[in-house]
């Protein structure tokens, strides 16, 4: 089975997005799973993990709506404000955890302009809450410098179990020495056998989005593959940002042409298996 863990709806007339703005035609749009469809068909995506675009209750509503007509949703990173109050957190996310479909959590840490957000008081605590739920939380990144405050995250609290959405965006068509520094920072997310990351959204960091050539993108697999292991990394597709990034069927192409020495167990786990096992399915 392959599942797509990284696939992102929503819906303007609905409000509640800050992003995607005029700015970005191409996705300046409502979303849906519909529009995805024909590409999942034709690659043989049997199901897909729908993962908050905004940091409003909307957005998680809009999910879930998707997600109860259309049967190939195997369930929802939704958002629960990490930033408030415990109480009310804990409110927002019993709520949540009620809802059969939600396997995860997620808050757009990387857009909040204060450096080391994720790691306030307030944030520490709600995410130990989740922690204590076993709930995965998704973590999001602008650039491989914030890996750092993942690491202290983890540190700081037993049992999280975090999922690294786009390989914590590498230096894909940078320097030898920025490789060498995403590097070092994501294995000591490795180390952690709780951890897990997305082979996802893997554009170029230098440049245009569109930039990269898969020949620049596989050796950061490789090095995921060496320090996490198949069996802790999940595919992402990343629509429809990745129309910013020369399209899914590039992206898929880039991918599973760089998971292609690895053995048939492998390379399912990596296609779907780690997905299913990490968010429930």
């Known amino acids: 089975m392959i599942i797509d863990s990284h696939v992102h709806v929503w819906d303007l007339a609905r409000g509640g997005y800050d992003w995607p703005d005029a700015s970005v035609p191409a996705l300046h749009r ?6 995805l469809t024909p590409t999942l068909d034709a690659r043989g995506i ?31 990173v939704a958002w629960a404000d990490l ?23 997620r808050n757009l840490m990387h857009v909040k302009g204060v450096p080391g957000w994720i790691l306030g008081d307030l944030q520490r605590a709600n995410v130990a809450t989740v922690a204590s739920a ?41 320097t030898a020495q920025a ?16 951890s897990t990351a997305k082979v996802s959204g893997l554009s170029s960091a230098v440049g245009p989005l569109d930039a990269w050539t898969p020949e620049q993108v596989a050796p950061f697999i490789e090095d995921a593959l060496e320090l996490f292991g ?24 880039a991918v599973t042409e760089a998971l292609a020495s690895l053995d048939d167990a ?16």
Do not use: C
């Not at 940091?55 to 929802?76: E, I, K, S, Y």
């Not at 492998?266 to 399915?281: F, K």
């Open 30 to 35: 409502t979303m849906t799973l519909d529009d």
């Open 46 to 76: 049997d199901g897909v993990v729908l993962v908050q675009a905004a940091d409003t209750a909307v957005d998680t509503q809009n999910m879930l709506d998707q997600a109860r007509t259309h049967a190939r949703v195997r369930g929802v």
């Open 83 to 105: 930033a408030a109050e415990p109480e009310a957190f804990a409110a927002q996310f019993d709520e949540l955890r009620a809802e059969p479909l939600v396997v995860g959590l």
């Open 134 to 174: 076993g709930l995965p939380l998704d973590v999001v990144t602008s650039a491989h410098d914030e890996l750092a405050d993942v690491v202290a995250l983890i540190a700081s609290t037993p049992g999280l179990r975090v999922v690294v959405d786009h390989l914590g965006k590498p230096p894909i068509g940078g």
């Open 179 to 194: 490789r060498r520094e995403w590097r070092a920072v994501l294995a000591e997310i490795a180390a952690d056998p709780l």
């Open 230 to 253: 198949a069996d802790r990394l999940l595919y992402g597709g990343d629509w429809p940002v990745v129309l910013l990034a020369g399209g899914y069927a590039r992206a898929w192409d």
């Open 266 to 281: 492998e390379r399912a786990a990596v296609l779907g298996g780690t997905a299913a096992r990490v968010y429930g399915l």
